[in-house]
Structures are given as structure tokens and as C-alpha cells.
């Protein structure tokens, strides 16, 4: 911090401690409680407002303010912390006798006169992380390493919008010091969300959340985590003086009231019997949770027992993980066969013998790359396991080696497209191979057309991928700019293509012609252009198709846009094919028009919303509104519903909702919460119009 040799005004000062108490409370409520009272956009109107202040005044910020979240440079290498205190792991076990084994050990080491009674919760399959908290304040945090020392990662931590900077409510009681333990973990639907993105800029994907979560938390660079949205649930403490704790139970509680995200799935057990049947509830919501849990754990709830009871080679003695049985099959490959992507990059994919995982019946599964098809030495006609976990694209894990017969076959190297036969390079830097054709080879033309007129670029309703095939099999669309100019006639020749499917297809690319100038950047299939980098392009250069774009190192002054980005983007715009394709596009009068403003500021972005009941409008509009303003629209009503919106004679739906607490909201509440602005000043709490979910463990109004 600078000294600017003058003392900031007392009405700064405070105005900034101000804003500093809203942002902090705002983001409580919208990470950690899930029930947001003002929009986005007067969200960052204050944080905007208190970034002025704080570059007016530098020596007025402080590591705890909300500015202080998106991180700044990156970091070249990560420092050691150590644990003050160890931490250490659990035993586990797969089976419920030895809960009951458990139990009685207990019990017995502590003496049948006392009653022990036990937490039971939910196993969260992430990364375990301690934050340390100083009089109440964020001071920094680090991976559990060997569980004596572990790396640290204090900018990534403070990106998670569910890690408080500060304890609420904010007072001077704040204890010394508080070590607090907690797992960081991806929401199944934003890792399905990332491997979208990585698939379109034809990067490796992750296999599973964890995984996920914990490469995003060892990035050197905060930027790139802060877009990965991780949240963060607590459930033990360390090192602390100045506090303490008397039970788990207890302990969970007061973590919550501090402002931690503590999971609601938590359950007292007094026996065996009790432990297990909880440890079965639990089970039972596993494909319900927006996150992954691979098991639960079984705590002894007093402290003091739990002191009494101590470690036993690394591990308490008081705890136990139950782990759930893995959703994993065993099935055979009958076939492996080569995916060719818009990109070129290749991917091996297994069909096998059609096999029920985790009540889904699956019959294909990604091998992620030959890399990994070969590590694993999995071959055609090999019996292999397969697991689905959640959500998430099935996998092959391994080879049964012990069932081979001997007429198993080994899948080669790629050398050729097995499309169009042109040459496979092996990216230098990867574990990717690559067809070389580019637009010349028919999957890679296929695939960009049909990306090109998916619902996130241009959105022609009707271009799907078999109309894409046959249009580029029959010869009759060369590059995408030919879409532009099909007729009724060419296309009536079609297999399967009525004259009414020809006529709403023509009317759909007319309309698709004034489409958002990032959708049409982002439609184009620049290399590690995804949606988001197309919108940070066209923001910083907004007439790059007119005047093409700045050099790359005027590219990379752009936040978020690095050397191999602006690398990329300068390659299209300088490839002659490339410009007379766009040329051609413009010529046809296709006209993009001002870009689409950033997710962020639309008042839905991510809620999901689901319809019951007659409305005022027709449904679909409705429905495109919501669409706009970033929502989703599904038709069953789920705990992940953020909102039912209930019309005239609503069905089921209503009282489903009322029964998982989901906020019910009617037209006119719509129309709020789409026009934040009209409903008055920023502060003014949306919560009271809407229907109020009852009272729960969870929220802790003071
Ligand atoms: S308590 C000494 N509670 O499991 C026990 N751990 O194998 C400290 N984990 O490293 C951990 N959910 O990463 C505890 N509710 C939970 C947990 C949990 C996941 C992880 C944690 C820990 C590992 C122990």
C-alpha cells in the first residue's frame, strides 16, 4: 500500500466501508444463501463504484475487500504454507457393517456409560483446502498438500464467490485466529459447461469434477480460475484461539453463521442402525446434488470425546468415511471408431455392448484421446469397466486384462483422417492429432456449418447436423456463406424436406443475418475463440470486421486474451480463404449487429425456470424473453429450480414447488425481477414480493 501523502476524506472513508458492507452482503446472499436480492448489474454498479474510490485512494484498500477477488497478475509458482495443524485423512470402508463395527469400537473405547452420539454428512468429492481467518478476516489459504504443508493459493481461493473475505456479521469479537477446513468443488453442470468450451477450442476435456476442480485451483493464474465457477463447503476447523467448539454439530453452526456455506445435508445419529439409515438418505440424493459426493462421513459429535478418542496412524479414530459403491459397470467393446470434431482433433470413441450405469443405459463412451486410449491399453473386444458419475459423458476406466482371450486388437495411431484420408499431425504440445485438411475435409466443413448456425452463434433454427451432411455430401453448400444462398428449390430436392420445413428454414437464415457481432465472431470457428472470448474481442475491437483486427501484440493488451489467442485470431483474419468468405457473407446482407452485452448483466443469467399455468402471453414468447435474459427453461420442476413461474390454473408443478421450496414468482414479479431497474433504488430487496420460502436451518437473518 502507497502512502498518497494526504488524508482521504472522513465521507470516503466511510462511503467506502459502505459499500464494502452491501457488496459483502449481497454476495452472501447470492452465493452462499442462493437467494440474491438485487440484480447483477447494481451488483457491479457498486463494485464499479467502489473501484473508483479504492484507485483514487490506493491506500485505502484493504485485502478483504470485495475489489480484491478477481486476481491480478499471474503468479509464477505456488509458495508452501504449513498446517498448523495436520491435516489429516479418514478411514474408509464400503461396507455397513463396519459402520456398526464402528460404532461399537466407539463405544467401547469410551465406556458403556456415556452415549455417544454421531454427525453424519455428506463426503464431498473435491479438494480439501484450510483458509485462514485472522480477527474474522480472509488471510490466506492453501491446498492440504501432504496434510502437513500445502501449496499456496490464496488469489484462487478469494475468486470463489462462496469463500467469505470477512465473518459476518461484522463485529470486533472476531476470534484471533480460526484455521477453517472445507472442500472446493465444481457443480456437475458448470464442468459440463467447461468441457463445452474446451471441446470448442479443442482442448483436453476433464473427466470428472474433481479433477476439474482441483486443475483450476493450481492455476498460476487467478483469471483463469475466477472463471471457473467453484464453490467452497466448510465442515472443520484447525488451529484456533480465541474461540471454541464443543461439538461438531455445533461447530458446523457457527460456521454457518460466520458466513460459510456448510452443507444442509447433515443429520445427528444416536446408534448404528440410525447412522446407517442416514447414511442411506444421503445416498439417496446423490444424483439430486448439483455437485458430487462419493460417500458420507460419520463424526463422533462431542469434541472432547473426540480429543479423548485421538489418531491412529494418520487418521482420527473418531471418524469414518462410508464410501458408496461406485456407479461402475462391466461391458464389452465391440468396436472403436474415430469422431473427426469442426476443429479436426480426432477422437476415439467405444461402442459397446449396450450396459445400464447409474439407471442410464449407455452404449458409447469418450476415450478422450489416443494418449489415453493407449495408456490404458484398452483394445477392441476387451471386456471393460465402465462409470458414470452424475451427469457426466460415460467412461471407459480399464480393461478387464484377466478376461483377454488373445483375440483382442490394439487400436493404432491415427495416421490418415478417417473421413477424407488427408495427413494426422500430433500437436506439439499436446496429446491431440489433428486432421490437416481443415475446411477441405467434409466433417471438419460439416462441423463448422452446423457450429456456425448452432442456438449460441447465429441460432438458424432447423440447420441440424444430418441436414448439414447431406447439404455438404450433395455438393451444394462449399463454405458457410452458401447457407445464404440456398432456395426453395434446391432444398425440396432434399431427402425428407418438405416444402413447409424448406420455407421455415429460409425464413430462419434471413433472420439469423442480424445476429449480435460476437455470436457471428464466435460462429466462426476461430481456434480457442469460445462465446466468452468472442464477446471480449468484439468488445474491445468492434469494427475488426471492417478494418480486420489489430496485430496480435495490440490483441494481447485486451484482459483475458493471451499470446496464443491473439496468435489465433490474427491468422483468420489475415487468411485470404477466411476474408473472402466473409466478404461473401456481407455481400449476401448478412449484417451483425452491436454485440450482446456481457452474461453478467443479464438479470437471469444461469437460473433456471420452469413455466406452469395460462399466461398473458403466448408461452413461447415468454419463454424467449426468459431465454434472453440468460435463464433456462425446463419442464419439471427440480431442487436446482431457481423459480416457478405460475400463471392462471397452474397444474402440479405449483405444489412440487411448494414442496422443495422453490420461490414460486408471478408475471408481474417476472417483469421485476427482468427490469430490476424499474422496481426502484438498487437496495431495494426484491425478496418481499416474492413468495417467501418458509424459515429454514439455513438462513441466519440477524
Ligand atoms: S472431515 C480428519 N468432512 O475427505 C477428518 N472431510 O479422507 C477431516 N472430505 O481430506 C476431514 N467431505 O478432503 C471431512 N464432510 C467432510 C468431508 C471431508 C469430504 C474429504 C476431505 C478429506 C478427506 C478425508
Redesign the pocket.
Known amino acids: 500500500m502507497k502512502e498518497s501523502g494526504h488524508h482521504p476524506p472522513r465521507n470516503i472513508i466511510q462511503k467506502i466501508a459502505s459499500l464494502r458492507d452491501k457488496l459483502h452482503e449481497h454476495n452472501y446472499r447470492y452465493y452462499v444463501l442462493d437467494q440474491p436480492v438485487i440484480s447483477d448489474a447494481a451488483y457491479d454498479a457498486m463494485l464499479k463504484e467502489l473501484e473508483r474510490l479504492e484507485k483514487q485512494y490506493p491506500e485505502l484498500v484493504t485485502p478483504d475487500s470485495p475489489t480484491q477477488r478477481v486476481g491480478t497478475a499471474p503468479l509464477d509458482s505456488f509458495n508452501r504454507i504449513e498446517h498448523r495443524v495436520p491435516?489429516?485423512?479418514?478411514s474408509?470402508t464400503y461396507d455397513t457393517r463396519e459402520i456398526i463395527d464402528f460404532e461399537q469400537r466407539m463405544q467401547k473405547l469410551i465406556g458403556d456409560e456415556q452415549k455417544i452420539t454421531y454427525v453424519v454428512?455428506?463426503?464431498?468429492?473435491?479438494?480439501?483446502v484450510e483458509l485462514v481467518y485472522e480477527r474474522g478476516i480472509f488471510v490466506r489459504g492453501s491446498t492440504?498438500g501432504d496434510g502437513f504443508a500445502g501449496e499456496d493459493i490464496t488469489l484462487n481461493l478469494k475468486t470463489i464467490g462462496s469463500l467469505p473475505l470477512r465473518f459476518r456479521p461484522r463485529s470486533e469479537s472476531a476470534p484471533e485466529r480460526v484455521d477453517i477446513?472445507g472442500?472446493v468443488v465444481m457443480p456437475r453442470q458448470e464442468l459440463e459447461a467447461l468441457n463445452r468450451r474446451r471441446a470448442e477450442e479443442g482442448l483436453p476435456l476433464f473427466a470428472n469434477p474433481r479433477n476439474a476442480a482441483a486443475g483450476s485451483l493450481r492455476q498460476l493464474d487467478p483469471r483463469i480460475t475466477a472463471r471457473r465457477r467453484l464453490d467452497l463447503?466448510c465442515?472443520?476447523v484447525g488451529y484456533h484461539e480465541g474461540v471454541t467448539f464443543t461439538s461438531q454439530w455445533q461447530l458446523l453452526s457457527q460456521l454457518e453463521s460466520w458466513g460459510f456455506k456448510v452443507?444442509e445435508n447433515r443429520y445427528l445419529a444416536d446408534s448404528g442402525e440410525e447412522i446407517i439409515a442416514r447414511c442411506q438418505q444421503i445416498e439417496n440424493l446423490r444424483n439430486q446434488l448439483p455437485y458430487d459426493?462419493d460417500g458420507t462421513?460419520i463424526?463422533v459429535n462431542s469434541l472432547a470425546l473426540q480429543q479423548q478418542l485421538g489418531e491412529k496412524s494418520r487418521?482420527?479414530r473418531w471418524?469414518i468415511?462410508y464410501k458408496f459403491k461406485a456407479q461402475e459397470e462391466t461391458t464389452k467393446i465391440l468396436d472403436i471408431i474415430v469422431q473427426v470434431g469442426r476443429t479436426g482433433a480426432l477422437t476415439p470413441v467405444a461402442i459397446m455392448e449396450p450396459v445400464r450405469v447409474g439407471g442410464v443405459e449407455i452404449s458409447r463412451a469418450t476415450l478422450h484421446n489416443f494418449d489415453d486410449l493407449h495408456h490404458k491399453d484398452i483394445r477392441i473386444g476387451d471386456h471393460v469397466v465402465v462409470k458414470r458419475a452424475g451427469d457426466v459423458i460415460p467412461e471407459v476406466i480399464a480393461p478387464i486384462t484377466a478376461l483377454r482371450t488373445g483375440t483382442e486388437k490394439p487400436f493404432p495411431l491415427p495416421t490418415r483422417c478417417p473421413v477424407c484420408g488427408a495427413h494426422v499431425i500430433r500437436e506439439p504440445e499436446g496429446i491431440i492429432y489433428r486432421c490437416t485438411a481443415g475446411l477441405s475435409c467434409p466433417a471438419q466443413l460439416t462441423g463448422s456449418i452446423f457450429h456456425f448456425g448452432s442456438k449460441r452463434a447465429m441460432d438458424i433454427d432447423g440447420l441440424g447436423m444430418k441436414l448439414v451432411e447431406q447439404l455438404v455430401g450433395k455438393g451444394i453448400i462449399k463454405d458457410i456463406a452458401d447457407l445464404y444462398n440456398l432456395d426453395a428449390e434446391t432444398l425440396a430436392g432434399l431427402e425428407r424436406f418438405g416444402e413447409k420445413s424448406a420455407r421455415n428454414l429460409l425464413e430462419a437464415i434471413e433472420a439469423s443475418k442480424h445476429r449480435p457481432l460476437n455470436r457471428f465472431i464466435y460462429g466462426l470457428g476461430i481456434r480457442h475463440v469460445g462465446e466468452h472470448l468472442a464477446r471480449v474481442v468484439v468488445q474491445h475491437c468492434p469494427d475488426l470486421l471492417i478494418s480486420g483486427p489489430p496485430d496480435p501484440d495490440t490483441l494481447m493488451n485486451i484482459p483475458e486474451i493471451g499470446p496464443q489467442v491473439a496468435q489465433s485470431i490474427y491468422e483468420f483474419f489475415r487468411e485470404k480463404k477466411n476474408l473472402s468468405v466473409i466478404r461473401k457473407l456481407l455481400d449476401y446482407g448478412v449484417d451483425p449487429q452491436p454485440p450482446e452485452t456481457a452474461e453478467k448483466s443479464q438479470p437471469l443469467a444461469g437460473k433456471r425456470l420452469v413455466i406452469t399455468g395460462t399466461l398473458s402471453q403466448p408461452r413461447n414468447l415468454v419463454k424467449d424473453r426468459l431465454e434472453k435474459a440468460g435463464a433456462r427453461v425446463s419442464g419439471t420442476v427440480s431442487p436446482q429450480t431457481d423459480y416457478l413461474l405460475a400463471g392462471k390454473n397452474p397444474g402440479s408443478k405449483l405444489e412440487r414447488a411448494r414442496n422443495l421450496n422453490v420461490n414460486v414468482i408471478s408475471e408481474t414479479e417476472l417483469e421485476i425481477l427482468l427490469n430490476p431497474s424499474s422496481s426502484g433504488s438498487e437496495t431495494q430487496p426484491l425478496l418481499p414480493l416474492l413468495e417467501q420460502q418458509p424459515e429454514t436451518e439455513k438462513s441466519h437473518e440477524q
Open positions: 491435516m489429516f485423512s479418514l474408509n454428512e455428506p463426503k464431498l468429492d473435491g479438494l480439501a492440504r477446513r472442500e463447503f465442515y472443520a452443507t459426493i462421513v463424526k487418521s482420527p471418524a468415511a
